[in-house]
T-cell receptor, first 111, second 112 residues
Framework: DGGITQSPKYLFRKEGQNVTLSCEQN?????MYWYRQDPGQGLRLIYY???????QKGDIAEGYSVSREKKESFPLTVTSAQKNPTAFYLC??????????FGSGTRLTVV | KNEVEQSPQNLTAQEGEFITINCSYS?????LHWLQQHPGGGIVSLFM???GKKKHGRLIATINIQEKHSSLHITASHPRDSAVYIC??????????????FGTGTLLAVQP
């Protein structure tokens, strides 16, 4: 079955460490997105990519980095520069003109 | 002020009741989405619409482009409908193509 796979579901990170969240899709979608969700707030866009080897900053890109070396994969690295990384992270993909599919999310906690 | 506003923020209903969740937006859009998020966090896309009305089972979504307003209706509500319902719009706001702007969600609890 086609879909998006995010891993891991739960992740704990020590302060000062980088951590990478995985997002893989087999839907042949061109565009992929990373969103952050905090309690009481709407999902906010971190980074997005509409084509392989190209990506753009979203509204809250500081402290994050991404790569898009393959169409199927869009990993997100939360760097030590991200001041408040504890959040729920959601990956999504779509064809350029819409039709979104969302992953099941990764809950990151800094300990 | 958020570009996408939902009301109510929280809603408790009795099983069988007719439920309405509202969404207003202030930016130009190409489409509006209704999404469902269950306690585990994963999100399912319910509807994508740019005009008129769509129906899927007990769910109905309507949009009024002139008034920049959409509603999600649930008929004969059931406890399994309990979830967070999120309105999002696809907009070229800020220069990003096909960017989703999300509302903060409506937490629905349907009691048996």
């Amino acid at each position: 079955d086609g879909g998006i796979t995010q891993s891991p579901k739960y992740l704990f990170r020590k302060e000062g460490q980088n951590v990478t969240l995985s997002c893989e899709q087999n839907l042949n979608h061109d565009a992929m997105y990373w969103y952050r969700q905090d309690p009481g707030q709407g999902l906010r866009l971190i980074y997005y990519s509409q084509i392989v080897n190209d990506f753009q900053k979203g509204d809250i890109a500081e402290g994050y980095s991404v790569s898009r070396e393959k169409k199927e994969s869009f990993p997100l690295t939360v760097t030590s520069a991200q001041k408040n990384p504890t959040a729920f992270y959601l990956c999504a993909s779509s064809f350029v003109l819409g039709g979104y599919t969302f992953g099941s999310g990764t809950r990151l906690t800094v300990v | 002020k958020n570009e996408v506003e939902q009301s109510p923020q929280n809603l408790t209903a009795q099983e069988g009741e007719f439920i309405t969740i509202n969404c207003s937006y202030s930016v130009g859009i190409s489409a509006l989405h209704w999404l469902q998020q269950h306690p585990g966090g994963g999100i399912v896309s319910l509807f994508m619409l740019s005009s008129g009305k769509k129906k899927h089972g007990r769910l109905i979504a309507t949009i009024n482009i002139q008034e920049k307003h959409s509603s999600l209706h649930i008929t004969a509500s059931h406890p399994r409908d309990s979830a967070v319902y999120i309105c999002a719009v696809t907009s070229n706001y800020g220069g990003a193509t096909n960017k989703l702007i999300f509302g903060t969600g409506t937490l629905l609890a349907v009691q048996p």
